[in-house]
């Protein structure tokens, strides 16, 4: 009688296991759903995934697959310093959606590197970075090509007069290198700079920005739009469905997450 007690028991609080865990996976709707055939792509500057929490991987990666990114530019990306207990950043979060990643390394630091980086769910065919003029502190693109489109993740420098020095050799290369692309081409990233800034007018003269203006630091706090994704004019045109500064998510918390906000661009990119 005790054994068959015991087993009832048991099986109880199996049933009961499951039935938690069939619930709290995915059961809930979408705060930002993604119309079919659109690409998502989110600007997020991550800081280094610990402004906040002490590691924020796993969460941003719930986070990220709760809005059915398509591909993840990140910037304040550490490989493998002390700070950050010799984790290769952007790898560790490609390795938690099952994605491929770019690293572009800006300047040294504790053992390792500080830098840009992005991740996607489509295979790169491609990657390389570039390096930006010098002035607070080194800065860089990283650069994916997929079969679809071309996409970079950067992030300018605090100070405007090195700003303007980078957003020339931004225009400049990519013009050089896409002006007869039959693909579109993919710029996101912390500009540190907004809307009606020089640096900014300066962007718009080789980019169409696509993204909200909608206001991305601090997360605790939005005041500043700062984060923007845009499109190299080359003449490939995308339709633009939707974009956000998404601030619901069911799965983290996006105040904890970074001292940013993330920002995000629903494409329609035409196929070649």
Same mark, same amino acid.
């Given at each position: ?109 504790? @053992? @390792? ?62 013009t050089e290198l896409y002006k007869d692309c039959p693909k579109p ?88």
């Amino acid at each position: 009688m005790v054994q068959h007690i015991k087993n009832i028991t048991i099986l109880f609080f199996l049933l009961l296991s499951l039935s938690v865990s069939a619930c709290s996976k995915d059961d809930f709707t979408p705060a930002y759903p993604k119309s079919e055939g659109v690409t998502r792509l989110v600007s997020y500057n991550v800081g280094v995934f610990a402004k906040y929490a002490k590691s924020g991987y796993k969460m941003t990666a719930r986070m990220m697959k709760e809005l059915d990114a398509d591909a993840v530019c990140m910037q304040e990306l550490d490989s493998c310093t002390t700070r950050t207990k010799h984790v290769f950043q952007v790898k560790r979060f490609a390795e938690l959606m099952g994605w491929e990643y770019v690293y572009a390394k800006a300047m040294p630091y504790q @053992g @390792g590197y500080y830098g840009t980086g992005l991740a996607c769910k489509d295979k790169i065919l491609k990657k390389f970075s570039i390096a930006l003029p010098q002035g607070g502190e080194p800065r860089t693109v990283a650069v994916a090509e997929l079969e679809d489109y071309i996409i970079a993740s950067t992030h300018l420098d605090l100070q405007k007069e090195t700003q303007l020095e980078e957003v020339e050799v931004i225009n400049k290369t990519f013009t050089e290198l896409y002006k007869d692309c039959p693909k579109p081409i993919f710029l996101l990233g912390d500009m540190n700079a907004e809307p009606n800034s020089e640096t900014i007018q300066m962007l718009k003269t080789c980019w169409d920005i696509l993204s909200v203006e909608g206001n991305t630091y601090s997360s605790h706090n939005p005041d500043k739009c700062i984060d923007f994704i845009l499109q190299l004019k080359n003449g490939v045109k995308c339709e633009v469905i939707e974009s956000k500064v998404p601030t619901v998510f069911h799965t983290g918390d996006v105040t904890q997450a970074s001292d940013h906000l993330p920002i995000y661009v629903d494409v329609k990119i035409p196929k070649n």
